[in-house]
């Protein structure tokens, strides 16, 4: 009778089977190697559907956040929240209501005078300052 070889399913060895049709493996070792390795895929796969499920959850979270920022009506404190927000996201700079600080730096902008950089102080050991209001340079002991 012709001996008859089969190839390991786990290393792909040839291999003469002691039990026909059965013996899928050529060893022990990679009999329960290729089944470790299965488990192991299986896990994986299990992984990556509870993966699946967290994000489906997460974006049904999303949903629902968004039908109630948007119906104002539902929730009143989620949907003002909502529409500051919004209105923050969509109002440009230029519109946005000036700040403490936006004024304060608006002012120091449009002060009447402006320390000279490049002038050095004069014989009396005055300041220069550009005057915008008379395009003058004007000098002074104090900070003006
Ligand atoms: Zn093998």
Redesign the pocket.
């Known amino acids: 009778m012709e001996k008859e070889f089969y190839n390991?399913e786990?290393?792909?060895?040839e291999?003469e089977p002691k039990r026909r049709r059965v013996q899928k493996?050529?060893?022990n070792?990679?009999r329960s190697k290729a089944h470790h390795a299965k488990k192991s895929s299986k896990e994986l796969v299990a992984q990556n559907e509870q993966t699946v499920d967290t994000f489906e959850i997460e974006k049904q979270n999303i949903s629902k956040v968004d039908k109630m920022s948007f119906a104002g009506v539902g929730n009143a404190t989620a949907g003002s929240l909502a529409a500051d927000g919004l209105k923050r996201v969509f109002t440009a700079p230029q519109n946005m209501p000036a700040t403490k600080a936006d004024i304060a730096n608006m002012e120091a902008k449009l002060k009447r005078y402006h320390k000279v950089a490049n002038l050095p102080p004069n014989q009396l050991g005055k300041t220069p300052y550009f005057d915008i209001e008379t395009n003058e340079i004007v000098y002074s002991f104090f900070p003006l």
Do not use: A, G
């Open positions: 390991c786990y290393c792909f060895k291999f493996f050529c060893s070792t990679c």
